[in-house]
């Protein structure tokens, strides 16, 4: 365009239904051209009243609706209510319940990320990873569905313990698929990591700077692709994570781009994990004696936090010693990057904020819940 064409500005909205805002999320863009001067971004499509409807019910029947909160990644969100309550009682978590909830957690990390990477690639017109990440992602539901019945929101992880123990064939399927992970994400890298073109659209865009990492409280791997070197697994650990020998995958871009690259290196990282979890699984009871339907909790207050694959997930629970919650309030990863989106596409493209959006993997559940 000539440097000396006036054009005038206009206000447009991306969403609430545009495919790229992955959910229900309106974005007001004020543009001049092709360039983005302004971002408004409009929640609350998705409410659904979640913390709400927790404090009506028991400590067991919050679970449901704790997958419901960001349905990608069920397993870590029952996990995180399941440790708040925990907290506030004796339970003592049988040690082959410790291990199947870190292999589970992980295994639905894996899920995430090939979800997320293969969506942005979606979002950046390249079909191909997508259809390579869902293949992949389909083995691990194949895992999830005959341990618990289900493929997305399961329901697994309990107040003292699981719901229920592994079949006999989960053990070589889970290696199997190990194995097979080991060899994609090479493909996918081979696809992804040194094309010209994912380059062109990732590198140097979406700049998250350490300052606004901590000015935004982004976590997860949009917090360690800006440098910050913080993985709530190692450095407030909790379960059994501290028995694991794996790295916190940081690089230093602050870009969509290195976003990109520490979700493909906690793939690895994952599947590290489930390994050494398998070699040490013990056998034993699967939940606590104690662990009953009318369980209740010990009056107080509790905040319990947990590395999701968006980052920090946390369940601020506080109890009158009832049945039920007195008050349940949730963190999500995403509702702190999204706040962080208008500043960091100011400037940029429309189409490099599709780009960037999908790199945050902002997921709108978690946001409106």
Same mark, same amino acid.
């Given at each position: 365009?000539?440097?000396?064409?006036?054009?005038?500005?206009?206000?447009?909205?991306?969403?609430?239904?545009?495919?790229?805002?992955?959910?229900? $999320?309106?974005?007001?863009?004020?543009?001049?051209?092709?360039?983005?001067?302004?971002?408004?971004?409009?929640?609350?499509?998705?409410?659904?009243?979640?913390?709400?409807?927790?404090?009506?019910?028991?400590?067991?029947?919050?679970?449901?609706?704790?997958?419901? /909160?960001?349905?990608?990644?069920?397993?870590?969100?029952?996990?995180?209510?399941?440790?708040?309550?925990?907290?506030?009682? #004796?339970?003592?978590?049988?040690?082959?319940?410790?291990?199947?909830?870190?292999?589970? @957690?992980?295994?639905?990390?894996?899920?995430?990320?090939?979800? $997320?990477?293969?969506?942005?690639?979606?979002?950046?017109?390249?079909?191909?990873?997508?259809?390579?990440?869902?293949?992949?992602?389909?083995?691990?539901?194949?895992?999830?569905?005959?341990?618990?019945?289900?493929?997305?929101?399961?329901?697994?992880?309990?107040?003292?313990?699981?719901?229920?123990?592994?079949?006999?064939?989960?053990?070589?399927? $889970?290696?199997?698929?190990?194995?097979?992970?080991?060899?994609?994400?090479?493909?996918?890298?081979?696809?992804?990591?040194?094309?010209?073109?994912?380059?062109?659209?990732?590198?140097?865009?979406?700049?998250?700077?350490?300052?606004?990492?901590?000015?935004?409280?982004?976590?997860?791997?949009?917090?360690?692709?800006?440098?910050?070197? /913080?993985?709530?697994?190692? #450095? #407030?650990?909790?379960?059994?994570? #501290?028995?694991?020998?794996?790295?916190?995958?940081?690089?230093?871009?602050?870009?969509?781009?290195?976003?990109?690259?520490?979700?493909? @290196?906690?793939?690895?990282?994952?599947?590290?994990?489930?390994?050494?979890?398998?070699?040490?699984?013990?056998?034993?009871?699967?939940?606590?004696?104690?662990?009953?339907?009318?369980?209740?909790?010990?009056?107080?207050?509790?905040?319990?936090?947990?590395?999701?694959?968006? @980052?920090?997930?946390?369940?601020?629970?506080?109890?009158?010693?009832?049945?039920?919650?007195?008050?349940?309030?949730?963190?999500?990863?995403?509702?702190?990057?999204?706040?962080?989106?208008?500043?960091?596409?100011?400037?940029?493209?429309?189409?490099?904020?599709?780009?960037?959006?999908?790199?945050?993997?902002?997921?709108?559940?978690?946001?409106?819940?």
């Amino acid at each position: 365009m000539p440097k000396d064409l006036r054009t005038e500005r206009m206000v447009i909205n991306m969403g609430p239904h545009h495919p790229s805002t992955h959910g229900v $999320c309106r974005l007001i863009l004020i543009i001049d051209g092709e360039e983005i001067i302004d971002c408004e971004p409009v929640i609350g499509y998705l409410h659904r009243s979640i913390e709400k409807m927790c404090e009506n019910r028991t400590y067991f029947q919050c679970l449901p609706l704790m997958d419901r /909160f960001e349905y990608v990644t069920s397993m870590s969100c029952s996990w995180a209510f399941a440790l708040a309550a925990e907290k506030l009682t #004796d339970l003592e978590v049988p040690e082959r319940a410790e291990y199947l909830r870190v292999i589970m @957690g992980e295994l639905n990390r894996i899920a995430s990320h090939l979800l $997320c990477i293969g969506v942005t690639g979606l979002d950046l017109g390249a079909l191909t990873p997508f259809l390579y990440t869902f293949r992949e992602r389909e083995l691990i539901l194949d895992l999830f569905e005959m341990t618990c019945g289900q493929r997305l929101t399961y329901n697994y992880i309990r107040m003292g313990g699981v719901s229920k123990d592994i079949p006999t064939e989960f053990i070589p399927k $889970c290696r199997e698929f190990l194995d097979i992970i080991d060899i994609k994400c090479d493909d996918y890298e081979k696809v992804l990591t040194e094309n010209p073109i994912w380059i062109a659209r990732n590198k140097g865009i979406g700049i998250i700077t350490e300052k606004m990492v901590y000015d935004y409280a982004v976590s997860g791997p949009s917090a360690r692709a800006s440098g910050v070197s /913080f993985d709530i697994r190692k #450095d #407030d650990t909790y379960s059994i994570y #501290d028995r694991f020998n794996f790295d916190a995958v940081v690089y230093h871009g602050c870009d969509s781009y290195d976003r990109y690259r520490v979700r493909m @290196g906690e793939i690895r990282q994952s599947a590290r994990i489930i390994r050494q979890a398998l070699d040490q699984l013990p056998e034993g009871p699967i939940t606590a004696k104690a662990a009953i339907m009318t369980f209740k909790t010990k009056k107080g207050e509790v905040y319990s936090r947990i590395e999701n694959s968006r @980052g920090e997930m946390g369940i601020h629970l506080i109890s009158d010693g009832t049945k039920k919650p007195f008050r349940v309030r949730a963190r999500g990863g995403s509702y702190n990057h999204l706040l962080a989106t208008p500043e960091i596409v100011k400037g940029l493209k429309i189409a490099d904020l599709v780009a960037i959006f999908a790199s945050l993997d902002i997921i709108m559940p978690e946001i409106d819940r």
